[in-house]
């Protein structure tokens, strides 16, 4: 994709979030996109909500369970940008209208003391570096049609990625843990919907191990002269499928002794 293609690839994606219209898919537009352009797009919609005022808070991670890059026919997570005004408070109500087709995953979050960046860091580097840990529920959103009307056509990971990774909030648990006071393998947690147990997993759905997750993360950026900074939060990636949050309905995800999220629509 050309500069001008990008940009207006993004200003594309910031118009559908702004009118809760969905825009259709990059990839059926710009047939020859590449992850590359993916992730170019997504960082020129990161920067004009900078230049709106948005503040970067951290990352997310996408796409690591074996089940979802099967689906889509990939082999590799993918990733997006955090800010400030996607961060909700546990057991917050999300106000209507605020997103257009959002759904809810499970995942341990991790909150960083130091910054991480290099092809060559470590997975005791990537623990070191940790402040502590949390539970955590993503909302993802997609400003992407998820099929083509006319074709039938799902999306696919370019469209994913350059979506911001359909990144649209978080909510943090209130609990605080060290992070080698679990292993957060077998962390688990019990999703539910309205008082129905939707969703159950583990940690270890996440590549094996959330850290795991951060240290792919670490290296993705390296690519493309990035870093995590201290102070960073990071989605590790979910361990559940996505549980669809239609207006009215109520998540409480059960992490045992790990803690507890809850939020509403």
Known sequence: MSPDQIDAAAAMLLQAELTGRQCGL?????????????????????ARKQAAGGRV???????TSRAMQTALNITTPDSGVLLADMLFADGAAIPPGRFIQPRIEAEIAFVMKAPLAGAQVTRDEVLAATDYVAPSLEILDTRILRADPATGRARVI???????????GI???PQRHAVEAFDLRWIGAIVSR????????LGAGVLNDPVTGILWLVHRLARYGQGIAAGDILLSGSFIRPIEAPPGSRFA????PFGHVSLSF
């Not at 990059?26 to 919609?45: F, K, N, R, W």
């Not at 370019?158 to 649209?168: G, L, M, R």
């Open 26 to 46: 990059l990839s059926l537009l710009y047939p020859a996109i590449t992850l590359d352009d993916a992730y170019a797009v997504q960082a020129a919609l990161v």
């Open 57 to 63: 808070i951290g990352w997310k991670i996408g796409l």
């Open 171 to 173: 909510v943090l648990g």
């Open 158 to 168: 370019f469209d994913t990625v350059s979506d911001n990774a359909a990144n649209a």
């Open 194 to 201: 309205d008082g129905v147990v939707e969703e159950t997993g």
């Open 253 to 256: 995800a059960d992490f045992g």
